[in-house]
């Protein structure tokens, strides 16, 4: 079926916004041995809003997912929703219509540097990267992960990772915060450290984010009409600041609703659902 007018295109964060996952929920659906229930509690969201973005993409638009998990935290939800593809990895990787668009790195030095950081604080994090993650666990009392990727204590394996794992990222539990503080203003000299408001915090380096993410695939979309972000945290901030229509959750972070040029009902009473409806109705 041919449509005629110029496609809308919307980014969607998915913890916070699309759905209501906790951290606790999230690492029992990345456990070994998870039942079918646990995943789709994280990663899926309600019916309605999945219903919603399939009338959004069947009336000629564009959504994509705009998200910090690596592509293996996204599977399920591009299997049962129709989107258009997706951001990855806050902006490392992308993909629309089962094709790679773009897959950036970071200078090796730098996350070196950041696992030295971490294990001088002795900080637990999950290493993200566009080929594969880990979770560096040095030396100390952190607590419990139990996620179905490699586990390591040795600082030197998980230097000898960065560029075997392609690391873009790092994400630690608001547990562990208080102990980057000693470097936590030489980490923000060169990165972007986000909290994502649902306990945990996210570090980046800014020339790689979500809205580098976004142009790269708006190049690809090509002629479009409004731009709509939805997302709740500060990871979500290059997103908002770059959409013509920034859509914060109301259960989003207070400095991330000061960006909003609407406010979304919280993520528990679907509030996608309802702001896409709108958009549909053209009142947005």
Known sequence: MAHLHTPLVAFFDIDGTLIDSDPESYAKAQAPGATVEEQERVFLPTPAVREAVKEFVDAGNFAFLCSGRPP?????????????GYVALAGALGEMEEKELFCHSVDAALMARVIEIFNECSVAALLEGTRGSMVFMPAGEHPAIDLSVPVTRSVEKTLAAIEDLSLVKAFWMAEENGRLAPRRAELAERFRISD???????LTVPEISKASGMADVLAAVGDHGTVYGFG????????????????????????????ADVIAPPVFADGVATMLHRILAGEL
């Open 72 to 84: 293996s935290g996204l599977a399920l939800l591009m299997e049962r929703v129709p989107f258009s």
């Open 196 to 202: 994502l408001g649902v306990g945990g915090f996210d």
């Open 232 to 259: 709740d945290s500060e990871n979500d901030t290059p997103m908002l600041e770059a959409a013509d229509v920034a859509v914060v959750m109301e259960n989003g972070v207070a400095s991330v609703k000061e960006l």
